[in-house]
């Protein structure tokens, strides 16, 4: 199993809430979300929310709690029990959305309190990097339709009583001391994703914070 400092959408919260029964609501979860979180969260209680109809990936969604199928650029949030989630994940989310902000402000008032949020979103340095297949640059996804700041994702969350613990440019150590082994063996075996590179040009930007 890949260690779980590979997963920097976990690392901020995984030792606190690893060995806990908890809530974990994964915005945007995909088709094998679930299958990874409860790897590393066997006892987490796992919702997922996507714009995609996950429903036909049968081992996935048999881990899930709930599953809720939206829309975020045109849905409410009202089917989402209020103040009940412990764990919030939305990560690349918000760039595809031209209401980014109103989402994470919608999703905080559906956060417990002593709960944690973890938002992750391409940075404006990603406008200036190299276009590559996989995206490197921000406009080498069609899908991205906003660029969005640390400082705005965090007054949006600060407005809701949501404390920011820790945020800015997403360069973790680890991944980036063994991306050059990573990308040998990656190399060896056909094209390497281009976000091995992420951590060391500054793709991406994060806000995590808790609920007071």
């Not at 690392?11 to 088709?31: H, P």
């Not at 987490?44 to 996507?50: A, E, H, V």
């Not at 990560?91 to 031209?98: A, F, G, R, T």
Request: glycine share 8%.
């Amino acid at each position: 199993m890949i260690h779980w400092r590979f997963y920097p959408k976990y690392k901020r919260f995984y030792r606190e809430f690893c060995g806990r029964t908890f809530r974990l609501l994964d915005v945007g979860c995909g088709s094998e979300s679930a299958i990874h979180a409860k790897k590393f969260f066997p006892n987490c209680q796992y919702y997922g929310l996507d714009v995609l109809d996950i429903r036909q990936s049968k081992r996935n969604f048999a881990l899930i709690e709930q599953f809720y199928h939206l829309d975020l650029a045109r849905d409410r949030l009202d089917a989402l029990p209020e103040h009940y989630f412990d764990v919030i994940i939305a990560n690349h989310v918000i760039e595809h959305l031209p209401n980014g902000v109103a989402v994470v402000e919608a999703l905080a008032d559906k956060l417990s309190v002593g709960g944690v949020i973890y938002i992750e979103f391409p940075s404006g340095r990603s406008l200036g990097l190299p276009s590559m297949s996989g995206t490197l640059n921000f406009c080498d996804d069609p899908t991205h339709v906003r660029v969005y700041g640390v400082r705005e994702i965090a007054n949006a969350l600060i407005a809701k009583g949501v404390r920011v613990v820790k945020a800015g440019a997403r360069r973790d150590a680890f991944r980036i001391a063994l991306s050059p082994l990573i990308l040998i063996l990656l190399f060896v075996r056909g094209r390497p994703p281009t976000s091995i590179l992420w951590d060391f040009l500054g793709f991406a930007d994060f806000v995590f914070a808790r609920k007071t």
